[in-house]
């Protein structure tokens, strides 16, 4: 995946969830280990994209707008409402480190 526009700010590994669309409550994991999340910046129309791919195909690939919020559920685990992809994503991270860098790009 290329976007020229787009300045890729920092990689990290995290464990990628997926709300259950049916309860709207529980988490469904998106891959058996944890993958690489990029998270990208297009200074022109000043969003951040979150992407990951497992294998070939894009698991992520969401704009986080400025009115879309970031939430810090635990130490280690954010997640966001997706409405163009109609889903809550989860991302559980490997320490609180990676979750504060993903919350201080947010500000």
Known sequence: LHFCREQPIFS???HIFQIDPATKRNWIPASKHALTVSYFYDATRNVYRII???????????????????????????????????????????SEQHLSQVMNYRK
Not at 52 to 77: D, L, W
């Open 52 to 94: 990951s791919v497992g294998g070939t195909k894009a698991i992520i690939n969401s704009t986080i707008t400025p009115n879309m919020t970031f939430t810090k559920t635990s130490q280690k685990f954010g997640q966001w409402a997706d409405s163009r992809a109609n889903t809550v994503y989860g991302l559980g991270f490997p």
């Open 12 to 14: 990290t590994r995290a």
